[in-house]
């Protein structure tokens, strides 16, 4: 009698109690494509919260690696782990490993993410074709791992520079005539941000016309202090930024009230399944070249780009 087949273990490496992460509930796609494979036969998975590790926090990569390896998985993904020195040493491990929401440095494994700068450009056509010319850009900073033991150094966001980037060049570069990244820091007050815009208003000699920048969060941030510089949110300056969520029309969050570029979370899952299932499979062999999915968006248009061409 013939073995049977015998089924492989997933590790789904996920910020399962991040406050951030249970509002959106924007990777539960993901939870629930590999649950339905489970019931399928296809795999067996098992949760490991990695909330200490997400967004460069300095504890990296902390016990989950080691309880990974432990665990004796066939096969991981990681999903929204932002760090390289993570995916690293779960590459080290040698088994097939996906980055979900995330592109590593030195195509260490496979990898899914969404295409910020693709994605950015819609936003900056968008802006540029409305005859928008006095641009910010909110970025998200975090700190820098690579500083020396002590230093408090910070570093923008490889996805918000992707985005940044983006919405550079749809706006053609040099013919926007303000352009600007107003960084928020980990912890940054209300205050701090306000100065730090009135500067940068005041470094210009003009005020924005538009506001765009990571994700609804920073918006929002940002559009708190905005009375501040004597601007009304809703009269005097276009607001668009970037939303993923398994719905494009998840009310529940502020980016969807604004017009922005979505990506799919579906889409991200079921290239994450696809690319480990291969690799599982033997379809693709263990030694061959790791390979990276750019997800696009799409333009969502919410009424709160204002039309100033002609003016």
Known sequence: MANAKRIPRIGLLLPTHSTYFQAGNWLFPIRELFEKKAAEGLCTFEIIGT????????????PAVELVKKLAFDGI????????????QLAQLGIPLVAADFDPQGRICDAVSF????GGQLLGQKLRE??????IFAARFGRDLTAPKGAQAFVEDEVSIDRRLGVLTGLEGGKAEMWSTLPIFPGNSNTEIAERLKRMIDSYG???DALTGHDGGYIDRVREVLPQVGLDPVRDISICTFHARPSFDTPAHSEVNVSHTVFSVQEMAN????????RLSGKVPAKAAPRLIKLPGRFVD???IRNLAGK
Not at 271 to 278: A, C, G, T, Y
Request: with cysteine.
């Open 115 to 118: 295409d910020g700068q693709q």
């Open 77 to 88: 993904v990681a999903c929204s782990v932002t760090s390289d020195m993570y995916h690293a």
């Open 206 to 208: 003009r005020k924005p």
């Open 51 to 62: 909330d200490k590790q997400v967004h460069g926090a300095p504890d990296l990569p902390g």
């Open 130 to 135: 409305t005859g928008h010319k006095n641009v």
């Open 302 to 304: 919410r009424g709160t």
């Open 271 to 278: 290239e994450s399944w696809r690319l480990l299932e291969e």
